[in-house]
């Protein structure tokens, strides 16, 4: 059973540009997590998606958005990028929402230069 | 590989020898805990994880105790290994009555095994 996939594995942009990172969920989970990691701030929720609907939302500002497709694959966009936006980007799976073992993908790495 | 956190607290352990990472968290509505373990350069691996109707799990080679008077939350290696080495999370599930969740993660603790 493949695991959750995350795409690019590292990407760098300047301040200003938008990204769109991608996670394929492990087959048959329906919920896809999305966190922030950096070495200041630790691991920090985003948002929560289950079949196409987002459930949960963290405390980001709203140029952090996301979607969810029917095959259950997310995207998340961050708009007019800033350099603290630099951070390891997570996504989890899981069978149910958020209330059961979720795994991680091996993230994206984001430089914001 | 990719920096977890610089300046974790870190346990620093004998090989063979039994390890305890302690978790103190924040909301005594959380119902549900997960210990995390994360390698460098690797997204977050589940380990164990208790309900709060529970004070105790065991897993191979891990425990998990829950104390929900001081919202205290330990995670216990056993005979711990090399391959044990790594940043351990605990996180916590903050259920509301609307049905939605929310994790809150614990800024975690670097194990290092010495050999």
């Known amino acids: 059973k493949a695991g959750v996939t995350q795409t690019p594995r590292y990407l760098i942009k300047t301040r200003g540009q938008q990204v769109t990172l991608s996670c394929s969920p492990i087959?048959?989970?329906?919920?896809v997590s999305w966190y922030q990691q950096t070495p200041g701030q630790g691991l920090q929720f985003l948002f929560e998606?289950?079949?196409?609907?987002?459930?949960n939302k963290g405390n980001f500002p709203g140029r952090f958005s996301g979607r969810q497709f029917s095959n259950s694959r997310s995207e998340m966009n961050v708009s007019t990028l800033e350099l603290g936006d630099s951070a390891l980007y997570l996504c989890?799976?899981?069978?149910?929402?958020?209330?059961?073992?979720?795994?991680f993908g091996q993230g994206t790495r984001l430089t914001v230069v | 590989g990719e920096s977890v956190g610089l300046h974790l607290p870190t346990l620093s352990v004998q090989e063979g020898d039994n390890s305890i990472i302690n978790c103190a968290y924040s909301n005594s509505a959380s119902d549900y805990f997960i210990w995390y373990k994360q390698e460098s350069g690797k997204g977050p691996q589940f380990i164990i994880d208790?309900?709060?109707?529970?004070d105790k799990r065991q897993g191979q080679r891990v425990t998990v105790l829950l104390n929900k008077t001081v919202k205290h939350l330990s995670l216990q290696i056993a005979a711990t290994q090399p391959g044990d080495s790594a940043v351990y999370f605990c996180a916590e599930n903050m259920g509301s009555t609307s049905g939605t969740y929310k994790y809150i993660f614990g800024t975690g603790t670097r194990l290092k095994v010495l050999a």
């Open positions: 998606y289950f079949s196409e609907t987002q459930r």
């Open positions: 208790i309900r709060s109707n529970m």
């Open positions: 989890a799976s899981s069978a149910r929402p958020m209330n059961t073992e979720a795994f």
């Open positions: 087959s048959g989970h329906r919920s």
